[in-house]
């Protein structure tokens, strides 16, 4: 499974960012798609995950400022967020994969990773 993301960049605190991530290949050994997020020094953390059958995981930190949706005919999910914050600054990365709890958030349980796009929100 290859993943390919977009959006990201430079955004200002208060403003709002969109991210999509298209994944190809053997798609049918993924159901779970999302985004972690890794800031410098720090743990990869989740951001939010959805499965195949809409049921989403979002982190305390981005929940209610955050909303992912997918598109299973263009296998692409998407994530916009709201309120950006300056702790919302890392880079972020789409994953894929067939976790076995579908709420979980460790990045171990996905298999597929795209190649990471900076967000930075500046104050």
């Known amino acids: 499974v290859q993943l390919q993301a977009s959006g990201g960049g430079l955004v200002q605190a208060g403003g709002s960012l969109r991210l999509s991530c298209e994944a190809s290949g053997s798609i049918f050994s993924i159901n779970t798609m999302g985004w972690y997020r890794q800031a410098p020094g720090k743990e990869r953390e989740l951001v939010a995950t959805?499965?195949?059958?809409?049921?989403?995981n979002y982190a305390d930190s981005v929940k209610g400022r955050s909303t992912i949706s997918r598109d299973n005919t263009k296998n692409t999910v998407y994530l916009e967020m709201d309120s950006l914050k300056t702790e919302d600054t890392a880079v972020y990365y789409c994953?894929?994969?067939?976790?076995?709890?579908?709420?979980?958030?460790?990045?171990?349980?996905?298999?597929?990773w795209g190649p990471g796009t900076l967000v930075t929100v500046s104050s």
């Open positions: 959805i499965s195949s059958g809409g049921v989403t």
């Open positions: 994953a894929a994969g067939r976790p076995i709890l579908s709420r979980t958030t460790s990045p171990r349980a996905y298999d597929y």
